[in-house]
């Protein structure tokens, strides 16, 4: 399995040049702007979804077929791809802490934001990585960008109507609902993982 999350790292190397330098051009042109927690926000998001090109380096080298018969089981392949888009989210993470560091944004909403962004990654990993084995990175790509919508237009349609009866969320309350979130992501997160390998152990290659 640790030969498995090598070679995704190495075949991210070319992915990772053109990643950095779109990361930096977002982080100087928010930053500039006086938005650094925009810039973070979307720089950890572009990073989970680039991870769907190692999907399409499988489909183009045919790995999925050299992989099923090295001396690892399906579940493995899965699980390899799982720790992978592990890695690049606790970087991607590490990465806006620093920028916002840097920034001198403070600390209570540095939290808030690695917060948010982690919870985007399981969200996106949990629904992006079985719809890859099922569907194809095309065809996921497009489901993955609906899924993404649907989130954000029920909190930003609950924030709206919060907003529109004069009401306000209690802040006291706000630590308890990313906990609530984090614990019901985490169940997706494995339910993800079992469907995944489901899916793989089904295909004939």
Excluded at 19 to 37: K, R, T
Excluded at 48 to 57: A, H, P
Aim: proline share 3%.
């Amino acid at each position: 399995m640790k030969g498995l999350i090598l070679n995704d790292l190495f075949s991210t190397k070319k992915m990772l040049r053109t990643l950095v330098f779109i990361i930096l051009v977002f982080d100087v042109v928010w930053g500039s702007m006086g938005q650094p927690e925009a810039a973070s926000v979307i720089t950890s998001v572009m990073c989970i979804s680039y991870f769907l090109n190692l999907f399409s380096y499988d489909e183009f080298y045919r790995w999925d077929k050299y992989a099923v018969i090295l001396p690892v089981s399906r579940r493995q392949i899965v699980l390899a791809r799982y720790a992978v888009t592990g890695l690049f989210s606790l970087v991607s993470l590490l990465v806006s802490a620093i920028y916002l560091l840097v920034m001198r944004v403070p600390l209570g909403d540095i939290a808030g934001i690695l917060g948010a962004a982690l919870l985007v990654h399981l969200y996106a990993a949990g629904i992006e990585i079985p719809m890859c084995y099922k569907f194809g990175t095309q065809k996921s790509r497009l489901l993955l960008m609906l899924m993404m919508f649907i989130p954000f237009g029920l909190f930003g349609g609950f924030a709206m109507l919060f907003q529109q009866a004069g009401l306000s969320l209690p802040t006291d309350i706000i630590p308890f609902v990313i906990i609530g979130a984090a614990v019901i992501l985490g169940l997706g997160m494995w339910l993800s993982i079992h469907l995944s390998v489901r899916i793989v152990s089904r295909k004939e290659y």
